[in-house]
């Protein structure tokens, strides 16, 4: 299924398309940058864990890891995640596992720990 033949299904009947776990490994940090053509957007990886938010059923999880350290824009490569950039990118989700220590906003880091986030009711 292509994403046009995805949206045009879920705009029909959502109930049909979400799913019990969406993963996301060393994605979302590259969203918004151009780097793989698509728009520029500084907001693009915070629109991408919303949108699976919007696609991932009440009580699902999303394994989502992104390179840590300290918060950091490497135009047009990726984003680092630390203590400040990492809390909007997880927000409306409910962390259930993952180490906070991760965050330590250390620059040469660079690891990508994988945190679990559920998807609860507002």
Not at 41 to 57: E, F, H, M, Y
Not at 92 to 99: A, E, T
């Amino acid at each position: 299924m292509t994403p046009s033949e995805f949206r045009h299904q879920y705009n029909k009947d959502k109930s049909q398309l979400l799913f019990d776990v969406v993963v996301s490994f060393s994605s979302i940090e590259h969203s918004g940058l151009g780097r793989y053509g698509d728009a520029l957007n500084p907001w693009g990886d915070i629109l991408g864990t919303a949108r699976a938010r919007c696609v991932t059923k009440l009580g699902g999880y999303l394994a989502l890891a992104v390179p840590t350290g300290q918060d950091t824009i490497h135009f047009n490569l990726h984003r680092l995640y630390g203590k400040n950039r990492y809390p909007l990118l997880a927000a409306n989700w409910k962390q259930v596992d993952g180490d906070a220590k991760a965050l330590d906003n250390n620059p040469h880091s660079h690891q990508q720990p994988t945190f679990i986030f559920q998807n609860v009711p507002p």
